[in-house]
T-cell receptor, first 115, second 115 residues
């Protein structure tokens, strides 16, 4: 079972910030938070990941609470092309974490960016 | 870096036929993964390879399914005696397999329709 919970759907106006929440209250100390998105009928696209510090890249920002039990993905200026299903996943790091290599996916949040 | 590629992108077959899909990972990525995704669900892990060794298989991978990665580069996923329940998007991902957080990058997927 997925170790994260996300709202099933959200709406955002084009040009505004989209803030997508994720709850991962059972996260372990060495588990990272990953975000992917999937535009209709395409393969998942990696967005960002983090451990405990906030992270930013050219696509998004990731804010992780101090207790690490939840996080928020921020798309600072949403466009119509950001309409997609966004998945939050927790996973142990690196290739040495035993056999736990697979990503366990929930249902994600379907984000609709409206003009 | 041309990304993960998959072939074919779409496959329509009749029940009982065999099908084979190919995945070419990102160059020099040691790990390769197969996932399956049905409509409205997140991807489900099927199997993964470290170089040419198949290290983990999901219970979803029945005896009709076989995956290979003979030279540690591209991989094939074969489904024998297809059933209508096999209709899904088959996703391939690859990761460096050494150091860091071993982020998985996905291909565009192969959509299988079994009539």
């Amino acid at each position: 079972d997925a170790k994260t919970t996300q709202p099933p759907s959200m709406d955002c106006a084009e040009g505004r910030a989209a803030n997508l929440p994720c709850n991962h209250s059972t996260i372990s100390g060495n588990e990272y938070v990953y975000w992917y998105r999937q535009i209709h009928s395409q393969g998942p696209q990696y967005i960002i990941h983090g451990l405990k510090n906030n992270e930013t890249n050219e696509m998004a920002s990731l804010i992780i609470t101090e207790d690490r039990k939840s996080s928020t993905l921020i798309l600072p200026h949403a466009t119509l092309r950001d309409t997609a299903v966004y998945y939050c996943i927790v996973r142990a790091p690196g290739p040495w974490a035993g056999n736990n290599r697979k990503l366990i996916w929930g249902l994600g949040t379907s984000l609709a960016v409206n003009p | 870096d041309t990304g993960v590629s998959q072939d074919p992108r779409h496959k329509i077959t009749k029940r009982g036929q065999n099908v084979t899909f190919r995945c070419d990972p990102i160059s020099e990525h040691n790990r390769l993964y197969w996932y399956r995704q049905t409509l409205g669900q997140g991807p489900e892990f099927l199997t993964y390879f470290q170089n040419e060794a198949q290290l983990e298989k999901s219970r979803l991978l029945s005896d009709r399914f076989s995956a290979e990665r003979p030279k540690g580069s591209f991989s094939t996923l074969e489904i024998q005696r297809t059933e209508q329940g096999d209709s899904a998007m088959y996703l391939c991902a690859s990761s460096p397999g050494q150091g860091g957080t071993d982020t998985q990058y996905f291909g565009p997927g192969t959509r299988l329709t079994v009539l």
